[in-house]
């Protein structure tokens, strides 16, 4: 069973940075991608950023692109996510994820770590 545990978030104004960590354990099973998934209540969640496993390419969405920045240890078990210009509409319970087949088609769920951006 794969399990993702995240940590940081918390509160800042407009403009500041945060940085999230994602610790993954389990990873003895076959994942296509992991990465974060942001959900807000009365929107679609959006997935942020992530890596597609097989050469480890990163992913961002259009809307963080240029902000946000994810990265990874050595050993692959602990990505981060460094959230830079941060706006309010960033305002977030950010997860972690991950999948074993499509980005979209999540499998596992961290327990997720609010952000929140004040102006």
């Known amino acids: 069973q794969v399990q993702l545990v995240e940590s940081g978030g918390g509160s800042v104004q407009v403009g500041g940075s945060m940085n999230l960590t994602c610790t993954l354990s389990?990873?003895?099973?076959?994942?296509?991608?992991i990465g974060w998934v942001r959900k807000t209540p009365g929107k679609a969640r959006e997935g942020v950023a992530g890596y597609y496993v097989s050469n480890w390419q990163p992913w961002y969405a259009d809307s963080v692109k240029g902000r946000f920045t994810i990265s990874r240890d050595n050993y692959k078990t602990t990505l981060y996510l460094t959230l830079n210009s941060l706006q309010v509409d960033d305002t977030a319970t950010y997860y972690c994820?991950?999948?074993?087949?499509?980005?979209?088609?999540?499998?596992?769920w961290g327990k997720g770590t609010q952000v929140t951006v004040s102006s």
């Open positions: 994820t991950g999948s074993r087949y499509a980005r979209t088609d999540v499998d596992y």
């Open positions: 389990g990873t003895e099973i076959r994942l296509n991608y």
